[in-house]
């Protein structure tokens, strides 16, 4: 189930509410909280619902016993390793197990390999690191154990943020855990925070990813010609677009389903593409990611208080794992290399220049990440090449009025790219922030919120193009 669905919106979402206010004490809500948050994974993966109660299980044991030797860091330190190695091996068996034996199987001696075949449980990624960096944090002292399973259990396997994100940290949300307040006021916010991830989602999202996908499905089929450099451009333009929405979307959902439930989620995303250099970007992409592998990776290898030569490998070794952690796939790899590999000859060489042409870096920036998301939508590596030499006019530069005879290049589309562009700039939260300052004028939030709602519900009872990108995840 996702939140872009109508069974999550008239039939999860209201019975879970009546359930969860009918009850007062705060215990009793978290166990309404997991009860309804593995009804809500059961209904795509069925079977992975008991993965999920090993993972909870697992990291709820290995936390109480890395809290109980608190004051033997040695004993201590092996119920960490133990849990890390555990979290690592669910992730390695079901996510990678195939790429692996797939890569393998290449080497002649070792051609009898078969694959698991094991399908991939959605939001794995998510949740495992969530329920890791739970005990990481717990050996650092960073935050208190949880003494009751089930409040553990609503924690990691809560519903806003399980099968999408952001990775909420334990250490930020343990007081609201066993102690937190609803009101009427924090409800409304909430509602409106998830309408509008809903909307960047459905309306904008999923139209740029019709876009998108359907220029990259006739290419290649007798549209080369008619997509040219100019579709294949718009193309790449649209999953920018897609996938910050798709994304900052679900975030927005999250953030604001758990306001409603009185959690307070930090902000996942802010406005990356306004960024002025790659470090910069992630900064402000993904923020609970990059925090996860900032101070759970990059930290405990050295950071930058070491030698230049290490400085390197850590950050290789960072970006390598963060292009794995999206995926067992190629180009996923070349994805975290050609980041890393970026972000260091920036810090070597282009800081200083960047700093002194703030333009001339936003138009790196917005290069860099662009190409990034031709490797990241590619198929394979032969797709990168695909793609990168219709950008540059291997299939002549293309005809928008043969895109829009081919159904390519809608009225739609355009309208929809042209929001998002605007609404991927602070314009959009200034203009909220002056609604937002008298009484009459905020109504005008509520309006628009309640009339984009209704063109979320038409779209989707419609039957509306509705991908759904963290499958590859």
Known sequence: MVFSSLPFQFFFLPLFFLAYFAVKKRKTRNIVLLAFSMFFYAWGEPVYVLLMMFSIACNFVFGYFIAKNSDDKKKAKYFLIASVVVNLLLLGIFKYADFIIG????????????????????????????????????????????????????YVAAFPQLIAGPIVRYRDIAGEIDERSETTDEFAEGLRRFTA??????????????????????YGTGFAGSIGALGMWFAIVAYALQIYYDFSGYSDMAIGLGRMMGFHYLENFNYPYISKSVTEFWRRWHISLSSIFRDCV???????????????????????????????QWTFIVWGVYFG????????????????????GHIYTIAAFMFGWVIFRAESLPHIGTILSAMFGASGPGSALELAEN???????????????????????????????????????????????????????????????????
């Open 103 to 154: 890569n393998l199987r290449l080497i002649p001696a070792l051609s009898w390999m078969e694959p698991l075949g094991l399908a991939l449980p959605i939001g794995i990624s998510f949740y495992t690191f969530q329920a890791m960096s739970y005990t990481i944090d717990l050996y650092k002292g960073d935050t208190k154990v949880q003494k009751n399973i089930a409040s553990f259990g609503a």
């Open 407 to 473: 159904g390519m290049l809608k009225p739609a589309y355009i309208f929809m790219m042209a929001a998002g562009i605007i609404c991927s700039v602070p314009v959009s939260k200034k203009i909220k922030e002056f609604l937002e300052k008298g009484k009459k004028t905020a109504y005008i939030i509520d309006a628009a919120s309640v009339v984009a709602l209704i063109l979320c519900i038409m779209m989707l009872a419609q039957g509306a193009y509705n991908p759904f990108i963290y499958f590859r995840f």
């Open 298 to 328: 990059y930290i405990p290898l050295g950071g930058n208080r070491v030698k230049t030569p290490r400085w390197i490998f850590n950050m290789m070794v960072v970006w390598l794992l963060t292009g794995l952690w999206h995926g067992a």
């Open 197 to 218: 991830g809903l909307a960047k989602k459905i309306l904008i999202a999923n139209t740029m990813a019709e876009a998108c996908d359907g220029i990259l499905a006739k």
């Open 341 to 360: 590999a970026l972000l260091i000859f920036e810090k070597l060489v282009l800081k200083d220049i960047l700093q002194k042409l703030p333009v001339l």
